[in-house]
Protein backbone atom coordinates (compact mmCIF):
# COMPACT_ATOMS: atom_id res chain seq x y z
CA UNK A 1 0.00 0.00 0.00
CA UNK A 2 1.29 3.41 -1.15
CA UNK A 3 2.49 5.90 1.74
CA UNK A 4 -1.16 8.30 3.04
CA UNK A 5 0.27 11.95 4.04
CA UNK A 6 -1.04 12.58 7.82
CA UNK A 7 -3.04 15.86 6.19
CA UNK A 8 -5.33 12.64 4.31
CA UNK A 9 -4.66 10.08 6.93
CA UNK A 10 -6.17 12.14 9.18
CA UNK A 11 -8.42 13.69 7.57
CA UNK A 12 -11.90 14.41 9.55
CA UNK A 13 -14.82 12.12 8.30
CA UNK A 14 -17.85 13.36 10.85
CA UNK A 15 -18.96 17.15 11.80
CA UNK A 16 -17.16 16.54 15.49
CA UNK A 17 -14.06 15.82 13.89
CA UNK A 18 -13.61 19.20 12.32
CA UNK A 19 -10.80 21.53 14.51
CA UNK A 20 -12.28 25.11 15.45
CA UNK A 21 -15.51 25.30 13.13
CA UNK A 22 -18.14 25.90 15.93
CA UNK A 23 -20.40 28.89 14.16
CA UNK A 24 -19.60 26.88 10.32
CA UNK A 25 -20.85 23.61 12.15
CA UNK A 26 -23.55 25.31 14.16
CA UNK A 27 -25.25 26.64 11.03
CA UNK A 28 -24.87 23.60 8.86
CA UNK A 29 -26.70 21.55 11.53
CA UNK A 30 -29.45 23.83 12.04
CA UNK A 31 -29.87 23.62 8.36
CA UNK A 32 -30.14 19.85 8.49
CA UNK A 33 -32.05 19.52 11.42
CA UNK A 34 -35.15 22.14 10.18
CA UNK A 35 -34.77 20.70 6.71
CA UNK A 36 -33.78 23.94 4.92
CA UNK A 37 -31.16 23.06 2.52
CA UNK A 38 -30.16 26.18 0.32
CA UNK A 39 -29.25 24.84 -2.59
CA UNK A 40 -26.05 26.82 -3.28
CA UNK A 41 -23.27 27.67 -0.33
CA UNK A 42 -20.07 29.33 0.15
CA UNK A 43 -17.50 28.06 1.77
CA UNK A 44 -14.61 30.32 2.71
CA UNK A 45 -11.78 30.70 4.34
CA UNK A 46 -7.49 30.01 4.74
CA UNK A 47 -6.37 27.16 3.48
CA UNK A 48 -6.55 24.25 5.66
CA UNK A 49 -9.08 25.21 7.86
CA UNK A 50 -11.35 22.35 6.73
CA UNK A 51 -13.86 24.03 3.80
CA UNK A 52 -13.59 20.98 1.81
CA UNK A 53 -13.95 18.39 4.34
CA UNK A 54 -16.91 20.38 6.15
CA UNK A 55 -18.21 19.96 2.37
CA UNK A 56 -17.90 16.34 1.74
CA UNK A 57 -19.30 15.55 5.57
CA UNK A 58 -21.93 17.95 4.95
CA UNK A 59 -22.57 15.69 1.58
CA UNK A 60 -22.24 12.59 3.57
CA UNK A 61 -24.45 13.78 6.24
CA UNK A 62 -27.37 14.83 4.16
CA UNK A 63 -27.39 11.92 2.00
CA UNK A 64 -27.27 9.34 5.37
CA UNK A 65 -30.27 8.61 7.54
CA UNK A 66 -27.81 6.96 10.39
CA UNK A 67 -25.74 10.12 10.10
CA UNK A 68 -28.35 12.87 10.64
CA UNK A 69 -29.15 10.57 13.47
CA UNK A 70 -26.44 9.62 15.61
CA UNK A 71 -23.56 11.06 14.06
CA UNK A 72 -22.05 7.68 12.75
CA UNK A 73 -22.91 5.32 10.14
CA UNK A 74 -23.03 1.61 11.06
CA UNK A 75 -22.97 0.33 7.33
CA UNK A 76 -20.25 2.15 6.29
CA UNK A 77 -18.84 0.24 3.65
CA UNK A 78 -22.29 -0.77 1.65
CA UNK A 79 -23.31 3.20 2.13
CA UNK A 80 -22.65 6.03 0.08
CA UNK A 81 -20.68 7.33 3.06
CA UNK A 82 -17.90 5.46 2.14
CA UNK A 83 -17.74 6.22 -1.74
CA UNK A 84 -17.90 10.01 -0.67
CA UNK A 85 -14.76 10.04 1.17
CA UNK A 86 -13.18 8.01 -0.98
CA UNK A 87 -14.23 10.55 -3.44
CA UNK A 88 -15.78 7.60 -5.84
CA UNK A 89 -19.15 9.19 -5.69
CA UNK A 90 -20.86 9.90 -9.11
CA UNK A 91 -23.47 11.83 -7.23
CA UNK A 92 -21.10 14.00 -4.80
CA UNK A 93 -18.67 15.45 -7.97
CA UNK A 94 -15.44 18.04 -6.64
CA UNK A 95 -13.96 20.00 -9.36
CA UNK A 96 -11.15 21.88 -8.97
CA UNK A 97 -11.73 25.06 -10.66
CA UNK A 98 -7.92 25.60 -10.68
CA UNK A 99 -7.44 23.59 -13.57
CA UNK A 100 -11.04 23.81 -14.51
CA UNK A 101 -11.73 27.34 -14.48
CA UNK A 102 -13.40 28.13 -18.12
CA UNK A 103 -16.48 27.64 -19.45
CA UNK A 104 -16.68 24.38 -21.35
CA UNK A 105 -15.99 22.84 -18.41
CA UNK A 106 -18.66 24.43 -16.58
CA UNK A 107 -21.08 23.90 -18.87
CA UNK A 108 -20.24 20.36 -18.30
CA UNK A 109 -21.26 21.00 -14.53
CA UNK A 110 -24.02 22.42 -15.45
CA UNK A 111 -25.57 19.92 -17.75
CA UNK A 112 -24.92 17.27 -15.55
CA UNK A 113 -26.93 19.14 -12.73
CA UNK A 114 -29.64 18.65 -14.64
CA UNK A 115 -29.63 15.25 -14.41
CA UNK A 116 -31.14 13.67 -11.06
CA UNK A 117 -28.96 11.52 -8.66
CA UNK A 118 -28.31 8.41 -9.02
CA UNK A 119 -27.48 6.45 -5.50
CA UNK A 120 -27.84 9.37 -2.98
CA UNK A 121 -30.72 11.13 -2.39
CA UNK A 122 -29.04 14.56 -3.10
CA UNK A 123 -26.38 15.41 -5.97
CA UNK A 124 -23.66 17.67 -4.73
CA UNK A 125 -20.97 19.56 -6.57
CA UNK A 126 -18.51 20.77 -4.85
CA UNK A 127 -16.28 23.34 -6.71
CA UNK A 128 -12.82 23.72 -4.97
CA UNK A 129 -10.70 27.14 -5.20
CA UNK A 130 -14.24 28.55 -7.38
CA UNK A 131 -12.77 32.29 -7.20
CA UNK A 132 -10.00 30.64 -10.04
CA UNK A 133 -12.58 30.78 -12.50
CA UNK A 134 -13.11 33.01 -15.18
CA UNK A 135 -15.81 35.61 -15.60
CA UNK A 136 -17.44 33.55 -18.69
CA UNK A 137 -17.92 30.31 -16.35
CA UNK A 138 -18.97 32.50 -13.82
CA UNK A 139 -21.43 34.26 -15.98
CA UNK A 140 -22.58 30.41 -16.82
CA UNK A 141 -22.96 29.06 -13.31
CA UNK A 142 -25.26 32.32 -12.54
CA UNK A 143 -28.79 31.06 -13.73
CA UNK A 144 -28.03 27.49 -12.22
CA UNK A 145 -27.46 28.82 -9.02
CA UNK A 146 -30.36 30.76 -9.29
CA UNK A 147 -32.57 28.02 -10.23
CA UNK A 148 -30.90 24.80 -10.00
CA UNK A 149 -32.26 21.26 -9.91
CA UNK A 150 -34.57 19.61 -7.97
CA UNK A 151 -32.34 17.97 -4.97
CA UNK A 152 -29.28 19.21 -6.10
CA UNK A 153 -27.30 21.40 -4.00
CA UNK A 154 -23.61 23.42 -5.14
CA UNK A 155 -20.93 24.15 -2.18
CA UNK A 156 -18.49 26.82 -3.62
CA UNK A 157 -15.08 27.05 -1.33
CA UNK A 158 -12.46 29.49 -1.62
CA UNK A 159 -9.69 31.38 0.06
CA UNK A 160 -10.27 34.76 -1.73
CA UNK A 161 -13.89 35.48 -1.64
CA UNK A 162 -13.61 39.24 -2.67
CA UNK A 163 -12.57 37.76 -6.24
CA UNK A 164 -15.94 36.04 -6.77
CA UNK A 165 -18.44 38.70 -8.38
CA UNK A 166 -21.07 39.71 -5.95
CA UNK A 167 -23.63 38.31 -8.68
CA UNK A 168 -22.74 34.48 -7.57
CA UNK A 169 -22.01 35.16 -3.81
CA UNK A 170 -25.98 37.16 -3.78
CA UNK A 171 -27.38 33.74 -4.96
CA UNK A 172 -25.83 31.82 -2.27
CA UNK A 173 -25.41 31.31 1.89
CA UNK A 174 -21.88 32.57 2.67
CA UNK A 175 -20.53 30.64 5.72
CA UNK A 176 -17.01 32.00 7.23
CA UNK A 177 -14.10 29.30 8.21
CA UNK A 178 -12.19 30.86 10.63
CA UNK A 179 -8.38 30.26 11.20
CA UNK A 180 -7.80 27.45 13.45
CA UNK A 181 -6.49 29.30 17.16
CA UNK A 182 -2.65 27.73 18.16
CA UNK A 183 -3.64 26.01 21.21
CA UNK A 184 -6.32 23.63 19.54
CA UNK A 185 -3.70 23.09 16.73
CA UNK A 186 -0.82 22.11 19.33
CA UNK A 187 -3.49 19.50 21.44
CA UNK A 188 -4.07 18.40 17.68
CA UNK A 189 -1.08 17.46 16.85
CA UNK A 190 0.45 16.56 20.24
CA UNK A 191 -2.86 13.91 20.06
CA UNK A 192 -1.31 12.70 16.45
CA UNK A 193 2.09 12.49 17.33
CA UNK A 194 1.00 10.27 20.06
CA UNK A 195 -0.39 7.83 17.58
CA UNK A 196 2.24 8.02 14.91
CA UNK A 197 4.63 7.32 17.90
CA UNK A 198 6.23 10.18 17.09
CA UNK A 199 8.76 11.56 20.01
CA UNK A 200 8.30 15.45 20.06
CA UNK A 201 8.67 18.34 22.57
CA UNK A 202 6.39 20.97 23.48
CA UNK A 203 8.52 23.14 22.23
CA UNK A 204 8.32 21.91 18.69
CA UNK A 205 5.08 21.45 19.04
CA UNK A 206 4.54 25.21 19.67
CA UNK A 207 6.60 26.30 16.91
CA UNK A 208 4.51 24.06 14.61
CA UNK A 209 1.24 25.39 15.87
CA UNK A 210 2.94 29.09 15.49
CA UNK A 211 4.14 28.42 11.80
CA UNK A 212 0.84 26.79 10.83
CA UNK A 213 -0.86 30.18 10.89
CA UNK A 214 -4.15 28.88 11.70
CA UNK A 215 -3.91 25.89 9.14
CA UNK A 216 -4.04 22.32 10.45
CA UNK A 217 -3.59 20.36 7.48
CA UNK A 218 0.11 23.07 7.37
CA UNK A 219 0.75 21.72 10.88
CA UNK A 220 0.08 18.27 10.02
CA UNK A 221 2.04 18.81 7.27
CA UNK A 222 5.00 20.29 9.36
CA UNK A 223 4.62 17.74 11.59
CA UNK A 224 5.35 14.71 8.91
CA UNK A 225 8.05 16.88 7.69
CA UNK A 226 9.91 16.78 10.60
CA UNK A 227 9.37 13.37 12.00
CA UNK A 228 10.65 11.75 8.69
CA UNK A 229 13.61 13.74 8.81
CA UNK A 230 14.34 13.46 11.99
CA UNK A 231 13.80 10.03 12.17
CA UNK A 232 10.59 10.60 14.64
CA UNK A 233 13.17 11.88 17.55
CA UNK A 234 12.11 16.07 16.74
CA UNK A 235 13.53 18.63 19.04
CA UNK A 236 13.47 21.96 18.81
CA UNK A 237 16.85 23.02 18.29
CA UNK A 238 17.26 20.62 15.10
CA UNK A 239 12.94 21.55 14.24
CA UNK A 240 13.71 25.07 14.15
CA UNK A 241 16.75 24.50 11.28
CA UNK A 242 14.36 22.27 9.32
CA UNK A 243 11.21 25.13 9.48
CA UNK A 244 13.84 27.88 9.35
CA UNK A 245 12.10 29.38 12.33
CA UNK A 246 14.11 31.06 15.13
CA UNK A 247 14.09 29.96 18.82
CA UNK A 248 12.66 31.85 21.40
CA UNK A 249 16.00 31.63 23.32
CA UNK A 250 17.62 33.46 20.07
CA UNK A 251 15.14 36.01 20.00
CA UNK A 252 15.67 36.86 23.82
CA UNK A 253 19.20 37.40 23.11
CA UNK A 254 18.38 39.76 20.41
CA UNK A 255 16.16 41.69 22.28
CA UNK A 256 17.80 41.79 25.32
CA UNK A 257 20.71 43.30 23.12
CA UNK A 258 18.22 45.84 21.30
CA UNK A 259 17.30 46.93 24.57
CA UNK A 260 20.86 47.55 26.18
CA UNK A 261 22.17 48.55 22.89
CA UNK A 262 24.32 46.00 22.13
CA UNK A 263 24.95 45.91 18.58
CA UNK A 264 27.93 43.52 18.82
CA UNK A 265 25.99 41.17 20.50
CA UNK A 266 22.31 41.64 18.21
CA UNK A 267 24.74 41.85 15.10
CA UNK A 268 26.42 38.39 15.99
CA UNK A 269 23.21 36.70 17.31
CA UNK A 270 21.61 37.78 13.99
CA UNK A 271 25.36 36.10 11.68
CA UNK A 272 24.17 33.09 13.32
CA UNK A 273 20.88 33.03 12.19
CA UNK A 274 21.88 33.89 8.57
CA UNK A 275 25.00 31.51 8.38
CA UNK A 276 22.62 28.71 9.76
CA UNK A 277 20.28 28.82 6.87
CA UNK A 278 17.34 30.35 9.13
CA UNK A 279 15.17 32.65 6.90
CA UNK A 280 15.66 36.09 7.49
CA UNK A 281 12.26 37.12 6.86
CA UNK A 282 10.94 34.91 9.32
CA UNK A 283 13.35 36.28 11.87
CA UNK A 284 11.95 39.43 11.27
CA UNK A 285 8.31 38.13 11.55
CA UNK A 286 9.34 36.53 14.74
CA UNK A 287 10.70 39.64 16.21
CA UNK A 288 7.44 41.32 15.32
CA UNK A 289 5.47 39.40 17.20
CA UNK A 290 7.79 39.32 20.28
CA UNK A 291 7.47 43.22 20.23
CA UNK A 292 3.76 42.95 19.44
CA UNK A 293 3.27 41.05 22.41
CA UNK A 294 5.55 42.93 24.60
CA UNK A 295 3.53 46.02 23.87
CA UNK A 296 0.19 43.82 24.18
CA UNK A 297 1.06 43.04 27.87
CA UNK A 298 2.14 46.70 28.57
CA UNK A 299 -1.19 47.50 28.15
CA UNK A 300 -2.63 44.67 29.80
CA UNK A 301 -4.43 43.07 26.83
CA UNK A 302 -2.62 39.65 26.56
CA UNK A 303 -5.80 37.93 27.41
CA UNK A 304 -8.08 39.61 25.21
CA UNK A 305 -6.17 38.45 21.57
CA UNK A 306 -5.87 34.73 21.61
CA UNK A 307 -2.59 34.63 20.10
CA UNK A 308 -0.52 36.99 22.37
CA UNK A 309 1.72 33.87 24.31
CA UNK A 310 4.68 34.68 23.65
CA UNK A 311 6.03 35.94 26.56
CA UNK A 312 6.30 34.80 30.75
CA UNK A 313 6.68 36.54 33.33
CA UNK A 314 10.62 36.21 33.51
CA UNK A 315 11.05 37.54 29.59
CA UNK A 316 8.49 40.72 30.19
CA UNK A 317 10.86 41.54 33.07
CA UNK A 318 13.11 43.14 30.18
CA UNK A 319 10.28 45.64 29.28
CA UNK A 320 9.69 47.36 32.73
CA UNK A 321 11.53 50.18 32.28
CA UNK A 322 11.04 50.30 28.42
CA UNK A 323 8.30 52.97 28.23
CA UNK A 324 5.18 51.82 25.66
CA UNK A 325 6.20 54.79 23.27
CA UNK A 326 9.97 53.32 22.87
CA UNK A 327 7.96 49.59 22.34
CA UNK A 328 5.80 51.44 19.73
CA UNK A 329 8.67 52.99 18.04
CA UNK A 330 11.08 49.47 18.40
CA UNK A 331 7.37 48.08 16.56
CA UNK A 332 7.21 50.47 13.49
CA UNK A 333 11.03 49.76 12.88
CA UNK A 334 10.54 46.24 12.25
CA UNK A 335 7.60 46.78 10.10
CA UNK A 336 9.12 49.19 8.01
CA UNK A 337 12.26 46.02 8.02
CA UNK A 338 9.82 43.64 6.91
CA UNK A 339 8.69 44.99 4.28
CA UNK A 340 12.01 45.91 2.68
CA UNK A 341 13.36 42.51 3.40
CA UNK A 342 10.48 41.18 1.09
CA UNK A 343 11.38 43.46 -1.51
CA UNK A 344 15.34 43.54 -1.17
CA UNK A 345 17.86 41.32 -2.95
CA UNK A 346 20.24 41.81 -0.18
CA UNK A 347 18.71 40.49 2.90
CA UNK A 348 21.29 40.49 4.93
CA UNK A 349 22.52 44.21 4.52
CA UNK A 350 19.24 45.21 5.34
CA UNK A 351 18.60 43.39 8.39
CA UNK A 352 21.88 44.26 9.65
CA UNK A 353 21.59 48.08 9.08
CA UNK A 354 18.11 48.29 10.49
CA UNK A 355 19.28 46.22 13.52
CA UNK A 356 21.80 48.94 14.09
CA UNK A 357 19.27 51.46 14.14
CA UNK A 358 17.16 49.37 16.44
CA UNK A 359 19.55 49.35 19.49
CA UNK A 360 20.00 52.74 18.75
CA UNK A 361 15.98 54.07 18.91
CA UNK A 362 15.77 56.01 22.07
CA UNK A 363 12.66 58.73 22.42
CA UNK A 364 11.66 60.75 19.68
CA UNK A 365 10.26 64.08 19.01
CA UNK A 366 7.19 64.72 17.38
CA UNK A 367 7.40 68.09 15.61
CA UNK A 368 5.47 69.09 12.49
CA UNK A 369 7.42 70.40 9.74
CA UNK A 370 7.55 73.86 10.02
CA UNK A 371 8.01 76.21 6.72
CA UNK A 372 9.23 79.56 6.22
CA UNK A 373 9.00 81.59 9.36
CA UNK A 374 10.13 85.05 8.63
CA UNK A 375 11.73 83.98 5.63
CA UNK A 376 13.96 80.88 6.96
CA UNK A 377 12.96 77.63 5.65
CA UNK A 378 14.00 74.77 8.12
CA UNK A 379 13.33 71.01 8.33
CA UNK A 380 11.77 69.33 11.22
CA UNK A 381 11.93 65.61 12.62
CA UNK A 382 8.97 64.01 13.16
CA UNK A 383 7.95 61.01 15.28
CA UNK A 384 4.93 58.76 14.46
CA UNK A 385 3.93 58.17 18.27
CA UNK A 386 1.29 59.64 21.00
CA UNK A 387 2.87 62.43 22.89
CA UNK A 388 3.75 61.62 26.04
CA UNK A 389 1.15 63.11 29.09
CA UNK A 390 2.35 64.85 32.63
CA UNK A 391 3.64 62.51 35.46
CA UNK A 392 1.96 64.74 37.54
CA UNK A 393 -0.91 66.72 38.57
CA UNK A 394 -1.28 70.06 41.03
CA UNK A 395 -4.13 71.93 42.22
CA UNK A 396 -2.37 74.94 43.14
CA UNK A 397 -0.79 76.75 39.72
CA UNK A 398 2.82 77.08 39.57
CA UNK A 399 4.14 78.11 36.17
CA UNK A 400 7.99 76.58 37.70
CA UNK A 401 6.49 73.46 38.84
CA UNK A 402 4.34 72.75 35.35
CA UNK A 403 7.53 73.55 33.36
CA UNK A 404 9.60 71.25 35.23
CA UNK A 405 6.88 68.53 35.48
CA UNK A 406 7.28 69.35 30.97
CA UNK A 407 10.73 68.77 31.20
CA UNK A 408 10.09 65.44 33.22
CA UNK A 409 8.04 64.27 30.77
CA UNK A 410 10.44 64.98 28.03
CA UNK A 411 7.20 67.23 26.19
CA UNK A 412 8.17 69.06 22.99
CA UNK A 413 6.61 72.04 23.83
CA UNK A 414 9.03 72.32 26.63
CA UNK A 415 11.61 74.28 24.44
CA UNK A 416 9.31 76.48 23.30
CA UNK A 417 8.25 77.76 25.96
CA UNK A 418 10.64 77.08 28.78
CA UNK A 419 12.28 80.81 28.65
CA UNK A 420 8.67 82.54 28.43
CA UNK A 421 7.17 84.74 31.45
CA UNK A 422 4.03 82.54 32.43
CA UNK A 423 1.62 84.35 34.82
CA UNK A 424 -1.78 83.34 36.14
CA UNK A 425 -4.18 87.05 35.64
CA UNK A 426 -7.48 86.06 37.04
CA UNK A 427 -8.80 82.53 35.17
CA UNK A 428 -6.42 83.58 32.39
CA UNK A 429 -2.78 81.91 31.57
CA UNK A 430 -0.93 84.50 29.93
CA UNK A 431 2.50 83.36 28.17
CA UNK A 432 4.76 86.34 27.44
CA UNK A 433 7.42 84.91 24.59
CA UNK A 434 10.58 86.50 24.81
CA UNK A 435 11.01 86.76 20.98
CA UNK A 436 8.57 86.77 17.79
CA UNK A 437 9.73 83.72 16.25
CA UNK A 438 8.56 81.67 19.62
CA UNK A 439 5.29 83.78 19.43
CA UNK A 440 4.49 82.71 15.91
CA UNK A 441 5.05 78.89 16.24
CA UNK A 442 2.35 79.39 19.35
CA UNK A 443 0.29 81.89 18.84
CA UNK A 444 -2.38 79.63 16.76
CA UNK A 445 -5.62 77.68 17.78
CA UNK A 446 -4.03 74.36 17.26
CA UNK A 447 -0.70 74.95 19.82
CA UNK A 448 -2.59 77.21 22.09
CA UNK A 449 -5.58 74.36 23.11
CA UNK A 450 -2.52 72.23 23.17
CA UNK A 451 -0.43 74.22 25.66
CA UNK A 452 -3.73 75.02 27.58
CA UNK A 453 -4.59 71.20 27.76
CA UNK A 454 -1.27 70.48 29.30
CA UNK A 455 -1.57 73.65 31.76
CA UNK A 456 -5.40 72.18 32.76
CA UNK A 457 -4.05 68.34 33.12
CA UNK A 458 -1.95 69.49 35.21
CA UNK A 459 -3.47 71.85 37.76
CA UNK A 460 -6.97 70.01 37.26
CA UNK A 461 -8.44 74.23 36.55
CA UNK A 462 -9.87 75.09 33.41
CA UNK A 463 -7.44 78.32 32.68
CA UNK A 464 -7.85 80.23 29.59
CA UNK A 465 -4.34 80.27 27.60
CA UNK A 466 -3.45 84.21 26.01
CA UNK A 467 -0.05 84.29 23.91
CA UNK A 468 1.49 87.34 24.32
CA UNK A 469 3.73 88.97 21.69
CA UNK A 470 7.10 89.77 23.21
CA UNK A 471 7.58 94.07 23.83
CA UNK A 472 10.76 93.88 22.12
CA UNK A 473 13.00 91.18 20.59
CA UNK A 474 17.05 92.19 20.72
CA UNK A 475 17.09 90.37 17.31
CA UNK A 476 14.78 92.84 15.33
CA UNK A 477 12.19 90.29 14.96
CA UNK A 478 9.40 92.25 17.06
CA UNK A 479 7.45 95.00 16.21
CA UNK A 480 7.10 94.93 12.51
CA UNK A 481 10.91 95.53 12.56
CA UNK A 482 12.62 93.34 9.65
CA UNK A 483 15.53 91.73 10.01
CA UNK A 484 17.93 92.85 6.90
CA UNK A 485 19.69 89.91 5.97
CA UNK A 486 21.30 90.53 3.19
CA UNK A 487 24.63 91.92 4.52
CA UNK A 488 23.94 90.46 8.38
CA UNK A 489 23.70 86.86 7.27
CA UNK A 490 26.11 86.12 9.90
CA UNK A 491 24.75 88.15 12.33
CA UNK A 492 21.68 85.99 11.60
CA UNK A 493 23.46 83.39 12.43
CA UNK A 494 24.36 84.34 16.02
CA UNK A 495 20.92 85.17 16.77
CA UNK A 496 19.50 83.93 19.97
CA UNK A 497 16.30 83.21 18.31
CA UNK A 498 17.78 81.51 15.40
CA UNK A 499 19.87 79.33 17.64
CA UNK A 500 16.44 78.89 19.61
CA UNK A 501 15.23 77.51 16.25
CA UNK A 502 17.99 75.15 15.50
CA UNK A 503 17.81 74.03 19.04
CA UNK A 504 14.06 72.98 18.96
CA UNK A 505 13.78 71.35 15.31
CA UNK A 506 17.41 70.16 15.34
CA UNK A 507 17.20 71.75 11.97
CA UNK A 508 19.36 73.92 9.83
CA UNK A 509 19.03 76.78 7.29
CA UNK A 510 18.72 75.77 4.06
CA UNK A 511 18.56 78.68 1.92
CA UNK A 512 18.22 82.93 2.78
CA UNK A 513 15.51 84.95 1.20
CA UNK A 514 15.72 89.01 1.29
CA UNK A 515 12.91 91.14 0.97
CA UNK A 516 13.90 95.02 0.34
Known amino acids: MSHLVLSRKYRPKTFDGVLGQKNALQILESFISNNSLP ?56 IDAASNNGVDQIRDVIDSSNYSSIKCKYKVFIIDEVHMLSKAAFNALLKTLEEPNKNTIFILATTEVEKIPLTIISRCQTINFKNIKKEIISSYVSSIAKQEGIDIDDESIVMISEESNGSARDALGFLELLSTTLNK ?19 SKITEGIIKSDVESVLKEYNNIYEGGYDSKKFVLSLMNYFRAAIYY ?14 VDTEIKKFENYDLETLENLFDELIKLYDLSSKSDNVRFVVESHLIKLCMISNFVDFNLIEDIDRVQVASVKKESKKKRLAKTKKDFDSEYFLNNLKEAKNENYKLIKDAKISLNSSKIEIKLDNSIMFELLNNKEKKEEIGKLINETFDVAYKIEIIKP ?24 S ?11 C ?4 VEVEN
Open 471 to 494: DNDINGFANGNEFKFKDKKDKLLE
Open 39 to 94: HALIFCGSRGVGKTSMARIFAKTINCDELLKSNKCSDYNTCSCKEIDENKSIDVIE
Open 496 to 506: ESVKNLFDTFD
Open 508 to 511: RIQD
Open 298 to 311: KLGLEKSVDDIDLL
Open 233 to 251: QIEVKEASKILGKTTKQVL
